[in-house]
Protein backbone atom coordinates (compact mmCIF):
# COMPACT_ATOMS: atom_id res chain seq x y z
CA UNK A 1 0.00 0.00 0.00
CA UNK A 2 1.33 3.67 -0.82
CA UNK A 3 -0.22 6.64 0.29
CA UNK A 4 0.55 10.16 -1.68
CA UNK A 5 -0.46 12.96 -0.33
CA UNK A 6 -1.23 16.57 -2.54
CA UNK A 7 -1.05 19.59 -0.19
CA UNK A 8 -2.79 22.73 -1.65
CA UNK A 9 0.89 24.66 -0.54
CA UNK A 10 -0.32 27.32 1.52
CA UNK A 11 -0.42 25.13 5.21
CA UNK A 12 1.93 26.47 7.69
CA UNK A 13 1.97 30.12 6.09
CA UNK A 14 1.75 32.95 8.15
CA UNK A 15 -0.71 35.86 7.76
CA UNK A 16 1.55 38.09 6.24
CA UNK A 17 2.31 35.78 3.55
CA UNK A 18 -1.30 34.99 3.01
CA UNK A 19 -2.10 38.41 2.36
CA UNK A 20 0.80 38.82 -0.22
CA UNK A 21 -0.81 35.49 -1.67
CA UNK A 22 -4.20 37.60 -1.72
CA UNK A 23 -3.06 40.40 -2.70
CA UNK A 24 -1.32 39.04 -5.82
CA UNK A 25 -4.90 37.89 -6.95
CA UNK A 26 -6.03 41.71 -7.56
CA UNK A 27 -5.57 43.34 -11.12
CA UNK A 28 -2.27 44.49 -12.35
CA UNK A 29 -1.16 48.04 -12.94
CA UNK A 30 -2.45 51.31 -11.07
CA UNK A 31 -4.42 51.72 -14.28
CA UNK A 32 -6.41 48.18 -13.99
CA UNK A 33 -6.58 49.29 -10.27
CA UNK A 34 -8.27 52.45 -11.18
CA UNK A 35 -10.49 51.19 -14.08
CA UNK A 36 -11.34 48.30 -11.90
CA UNK A 37 -12.94 50.65 -9.43
CA UNK A 38 -14.55 52.78 -11.60
CA UNK A 39 -16.05 49.50 -13.61
CA UNK A 40 -15.47 46.20 -12.69
CA UNK A 41 -16.23 46.63 -8.99
CA UNK A 42 -18.17 49.82 -8.94
CA UNK A 43 -18.73 50.22 -4.91
CA UNK A 44 -22.27 51.65 -5.50
CA UNK A 45 -23.62 49.11 -8.75
CA UNK A 46 -21.13 46.31 -8.28
CA UNK A 47 -20.70 45.86 -4.47
CA UNK A 48 -23.77 47.52 -3.42
CA UNK A 49 -21.93 49.89 -0.57
CA UNK A 50 -22.42 53.06 0.14
CA UNK A 51 -26.02 53.34 -1.06
CA UNK A 52 -27.20 55.50 2.35
CA UNK A 53 -25.26 58.92 0.92
CA UNK A 54 -26.72 57.65 -2.40
CA UNK A 55 -30.42 57.82 -1.93
CA UNK A 56 -30.27 60.51 0.96
CA UNK A 57 -28.25 63.31 -1.13
CA UNK A 58 -29.06 62.72 -4.69
CA UNK A 59 -31.27 65.31 -5.18
CA UNK A 60 -29.00 67.46 -6.97
CA UNK A 61 -26.37 66.89 -9.13
CA UNK A 62 -24.25 69.45 -7.58
CA UNK A 63 -24.81 67.43 -3.94
CA UNK A 64 -23.71 64.12 -5.49
CA UNK A 65 -20.67 66.19 -6.42
CA UNK A 66 -19.75 67.70 -3.21
CA UNK A 67 -20.63 63.70 -1.50
CA UNK A 68 -18.22 62.02 -4.14
CA UNK A 69 -15.07 64.19 -3.45
CA UNK A 70 -15.66 64.27 0.10
CA UNK A 71 -16.05 60.63 0.37
CA UNK A 72 -12.77 60.50 -2.38
CA UNK A 73 -10.76 62.81 -0.22
CA UNK A 74 -10.84 60.81 2.88
CA UNK A 75 -10.87 57.25 1.19
CA UNK A 76 -7.56 58.55 -0.43
CA UNK A 77 -5.76 59.92 2.90
CA UNK A 78 -7.05 56.50 5.13
CA UNK A 79 -5.81 54.11 2.28
CA UNK A 80 -2.22 56.12 2.53
CA UNK A 81 -2.13 55.73 6.22
CA UNK A 82 -3.66 52.03 6.68
CA UNK A 83 -0.84 51.00 4.36
CA UNK A 84 1.81 53.08 6.02
CA UNK A 85 0.93 50.80 9.38
CA UNK A 86 -0.56 48.00 8.31
CA UNK A 87 2.37 46.06 9.63
CA UNK A 88 2.46 48.11 13.33
CA UNK A 89 -1.37 47.41 13.83
CA UNK A 90 -2.24 44.16 15.57
CA UNK A 91 -4.82 41.90 14.11
CA UNK A 92 -7.11 41.87 16.91
CA UNK A 93 -7.94 45.96 16.97
CA UNK A 94 -7.32 46.69 12.71
CA UNK A 95 -11.16 47.50 12.98
CA UNK A 96 -10.97 49.83 15.69
CA UNK A 97 -7.74 51.68 14.49
CA UNK A 98 -9.02 52.12 10.85
CA UNK A 99 -12.00 53.50 12.20
CA UNK A 100 -9.95 55.94 13.93
CA UNK A 101 -7.79 56.89 10.80
CA UNK A 102 -11.07 57.38 9.05
CA UNK A 103 -12.47 58.98 11.60
CA UNK A 104 -9.73 61.69 11.90
CA UNK A 105 -9.23 62.68 8.58
CA UNK A 106 -13.44 63.54 8.33
CA UNK A 107 -13.18 65.36 10.60
CA UNK A 108 -10.93 67.56 8.37
CA UNK A 109 -13.08 67.23 5.79
CA UNK A 110 -16.05 68.40 7.76
CA UNK A 111 -14.21 71.68 9.27
CA UNK A 112 -13.27 72.40 5.48
CA UNK A 113 -16.33 72.21 4.06
CA UNK A 114 -18.04 74.15 6.80
CA UNK A 115 -15.21 77.02 6.78
CA UNK A 116 -14.90 77.09 2.52
CA UNK A 117 -18.49 74.99 1.05
CA UNK A 118 -21.37 76.20 4.07
CA UNK A 119 -23.99 75.82 1.31
CA UNK A 120 -22.31 72.52 0.78
CA UNK A 121 -21.83 71.79 4.22
CA UNK A 122 -25.88 72.29 5.37
CA UNK A 123 -27.24 70.19 2.40
CA UNK A 124 -25.10 67.54 2.93
CA UNK A 125 -25.66 67.87 6.36
CA UNK A 126 -25.09 64.53 8.73
CA UNK A 127 -23.78 62.28 5.93
CA UNK A 128 -20.35 64.41 6.02
CA UNK A 129 -19.83 62.85 9.63
CA UNK A 130 -21.32 59.91 8.51
CA UNK A 131 -18.65 58.98 6.31
CA UNK A 132 -16.79 57.73 9.39
CA UNK A 133 -18.93 54.40 9.00
CA UNK A 134 -19.40 54.54 5.17
CA UNK A 135 -19.01 50.58 4.02
CA UNK A 136 -16.67 51.68 1.04
CA UNK A 137 -13.89 53.03 2.74
CA UNK A 138 -14.19 50.40 5.70
CA UNK A 139 -13.87 47.69 3.03
CA UNK A 140 -11.22 49.32 1.30
CA UNK A 141 -8.95 49.32 4.44
CA UNK A 142 -9.91 45.91 5.08
CA UNK A 143 -9.71 44.23 1.21
CA UNK A 144 -7.26 46.24 -0.49
CA UNK A 145 -4.80 48.91 1.97
CA UNK A 146 -3.85 46.67 4.76
CA UNK A 147 -2.66 44.07 1.84
CA UNK A 148 -0.73 46.67 -0.57
CA UNK A 149 1.93 49.25 -0.63
CA UNK A 150 1.15 53.29 -0.59
CA UNK A 151 0.80 53.78 -4.06
CA UNK A 152 -1.40 50.93 -5.29
CA UNK A 153 -3.66 51.96 -1.93
CA UNK A 154 -3.93 55.49 -3.86
CA UNK A 155 -4.46 54.05 -7.07
CA UNK A 156 -7.02 52.16 -4.88
CA UNK A 157 -8.83 55.01 -3.53
CA UNK A 158 -8.89 56.89 -6.69
CA UNK A 159 -10.60 54.30 -8.47
CA UNK A 160 -13.62 53.89 -5.78
CA UNK A 161 -13.66 57.56 -5.32
CA UNK A 162 -14.30 58.01 -8.97
CA UNK A 163 -16.63 55.05 -9.34
CA UNK A 164 -18.36 56.18 -6.03
CA UNK A 165 -19.00 59.77 -7.62
CA UNK A 166 -20.01 58.66 -10.82
CA UNK A 167 -22.99 56.64 -9.45
CA UNK A 168 -23.97 59.78 -6.97
CA UNK A 169 -24.00 62.36 -10.22
CA UNK A 170 -25.82 59.39 -12.36
CA UNK A 171 -28.53 58.79 -9.81
CA UNK A 172 -28.27 62.82 -8.85
CA UNK A 173 -28.97 63.97 -12.35
CA UNK A 174 -31.29 61.89 -13.06
CA UNK A 175 -33.72 62.45 -10.10
CA UNK A 176 -32.57 66.32 -10.47
CA UNK A 177 -33.73 65.87 -14.12
CA UNK A 178 -37.25 64.46 -13.63
CA UNK A 179 -37.96 66.32 -10.09
CA UNK A 180 -36.69 69.97 -10.29
CA UNK A 181 -36.51 70.00 -13.82
CA UNK A 182 -33.04 71.20 -14.12
CA UNK A 183 -29.48 70.10 -14.75
CA UNK A 184 -26.56 71.77 -12.64
CA UNK A 185 -29.33 74.64 -11.79
CA UNK A 186 -29.99 75.10 -15.53
CA UNK A 187 -33.40 74.57 -16.66
CA UNK A 188 -34.03 71.67 -19.29
CA UNK A 189 -37.10 69.64 -19.02
CA UNK A 190 -39.51 72.19 -16.83
CA UNK A 191 -41.17 74.02 -19.93
CA UNK A 192 -41.68 70.16 -21.34
CA UNK A 193 -43.66 68.73 -18.49
CA UNK A 194 -44.58 69.03 -14.78
CA UNK A 195 -41.88 68.25 -12.63
CA UNK A 196 -42.50 65.06 -10.26
CA UNK A 197 -41.85 66.08 -7.13
CA UNK A 198 -41.70 62.64 -5.77
CA UNK A 199 -38.07 62.27 -7.01
CA UNK A 200 -36.68 64.72 -4.81
CA UNK A 201 -38.23 62.41 -1.85
CA UNK A 202 -37.18 59.23 -0.57
CA UNK A 203 -38.92 56.80 -2.78
CA UNK A 204 -37.88 58.36 -5.89
CA UNK A 205 -34.23 58.04 -4.86
CA UNK A 206 -34.93 54.15 -4.75
CA UNK A 207 -36.72 54.42 -8.13
CA UNK A 208 -33.77 56.14 -9.63
CA UNK A 209 -30.66 54.17 -8.72
CA UNK A 210 -33.20 51.11 -9.00
CA UNK A 211 -33.61 52.04 -12.53
CA UNK A 212 -29.96 52.98 -13.16
CA UNK A 213 -28.74 49.52 -11.41
CA UNK A 214 -31.57 48.09 -13.99
CA UNK A 215 -30.25 49.85 -17.28
CA UNK A 216 -26.52 49.06 -16.52
CA UNK A 217 -27.21 45.41 -15.38
CA UNK A 218 -28.92 44.98 -18.87
CA UNK A 219 -25.97 46.96 -20.70
CA UNK A 220 -23.42 44.84 -19.29
CA UNK A 221 -25.19 41.63 -18.70
CA UNK A 222 -22.42 38.37 -19.54
CA UNK A 223 -23.77 35.03 -20.03
CA UNK A 224 -22.36 32.38 -17.67
CA UNK A 225 -21.77 28.69 -18.94
CA UNK A 226 -23.76 25.87 -17.98
CA UNK A 227 -21.73 23.99 -16.01
CA UNK A 228 -22.84 19.39 -16.60
CA UNK A 229 -20.93 16.44 -16.53
CA UNK A 230 -21.16 16.10 -20.56
CA UNK A 231 -18.12 15.35 -22.22
CA UNK A 232 -16.40 14.46 -18.72
CA UNK A 233 -14.57 11.33 -18.37
CA UNK A 234 -15.12 10.94 -14.71
CA UNK A 235 -18.50 11.75 -14.66
CA UNK A 236 -18.46 12.19 -10.53
CA UNK A 237 -22.00 14.36 -10.62
CA UNK A 238 -20.75 16.75 -8.36
CA UNK A 239 -22.23 19.44 -11.00
CA UNK A 240 -25.56 17.16 -11.13
CA UNK A 241 -26.04 18.01 -7.32
CA UNK A 242 -23.95 15.23 -5.80
CA UNK A 243 -26.43 12.74 -6.69
CA UNK A 244 -24.64 8.74 -6.60
CA UNK A 245 -23.71 7.22 -10.00
CA UNK A 246 -22.43 3.90 -10.73
CA UNK A 247 -21.60 3.02 -14.30
CA UNK A 248 -20.40 -0.40 -15.46
CA UNK A 249 -17.83 -0.84 -18.02
CA UNK A 250 -16.53 -3.48 -20.86
CA UNK A 251 -12.93 -5.19 -19.55
CA UNK A 252 -12.87 -3.45 -16.82
CA UNK A 253 -13.01 -6.98 -14.50
CA UNK A 254 -15.44 -5.21 -12.48
CA UNK A 255 -17.67 -2.11 -11.42
CA UNK A 256 -16.58 1.18 -10.74
CA UNK A 257 -18.70 3.53 -8.50
CA UNK A 258 -18.68 7.20 -8.02
CA UNK A 259 -20.26 8.60 -4.80
CA UNK A 260 -20.53 12.58 -4.14
CA UNK A 261 -21.71 13.34 -0.60
CA UNK A 262 -21.62 16.54 1.55
CA UNK A 263 -18.69 14.98 3.82
CA UNK A 264 -16.24 14.56 0.65
CA UNK A 265 -15.70 12.64 -2.27
CA UNK A 266 -14.94 8.99 -2.99
CA UNK A 267 -14.24 7.37 -7.03
CA UNK A 268 -13.34 3.53 -6.42
CA UNK A 269 -12.97 1.14 -9.28
CA UNK A 270 -12.96 -2.20 -9.14
CA UNK A 271 -10.26 -4.95 -9.29
CA UNK A 272 -7.74 -2.54 -9.57
CA UNK A 273 -8.73 -1.57 -5.77
CA UNK A 274 -7.84 2.19 -6.13
CA UNK A 275 -9.41 4.90 -4.53
CA UNK A 276 -9.09 8.90 -4.68
CA UNK A 277 -10.68 10.28 -1.97
CA UNK A 278 -10.95 14.30 -1.24
CA UNK A 279 -12.57 16.25 1.85
CA UNK A 280 -13.36 19.54 1.97
CA UNK A 281 -11.38 20.40 5.24
CA UNK A 282 -8.20 19.52 4.40
CA UNK A 283 -7.51 20.50 0.63
CA UNK A 284 -5.50 17.03 -0.18
CA UNK A 285 -5.67 14.00 -2.27
CA UNK A 286 -4.84 10.55 -0.84
CA UNK A 287 -4.75 7.72 -3.02
CA UNK A 288 -4.11 4.15 -2.43
CA UNK A 289 -3.37 0.81 -4.50
CA UNK A 290 -2.53 -2.32 -4.56
CA UNK A 291 0.09 -3.70 -6.68
Same mark, same amino acid.
Request: with cysteine; charged share 15%; aromatic share 6%.
Given at each position: ????????????????????????????????????????????? !???????????????????????????????????????????????? !????????????????????????????????????????????? +?? +?????????????? +???????????????????? !??????????????? !?????? +????????????????????????????????????????????????????????????? %??????????? %????????????????????????
Amino acid at each position: MSDVTIDTGNTGKTGKELKKIEAGTKPNGLGAVILDGIFGSNPSF !RLILGTCPLLAVTTSVMNGIGMGISATAVLICSNIVISLIRNFIPDTV !RIPAYITVIAGFVTITDLVLHAFAPELYSALGIFIPLIVVNCIIL +AR +AEMFANKNGVVRSI +ADGVGMGMGFTAALILVGGL !RELLGSGTLFGFAIT !RDLFTP +AALMLLPPGGFMAYGTVLAVINKVTKKKTPVMSCDGCAQKCGLVGGGSDRSDSEDGGGGGG %SESSGSGGNRI %SSGSEGNRISSGGAGGSVAAEGKP
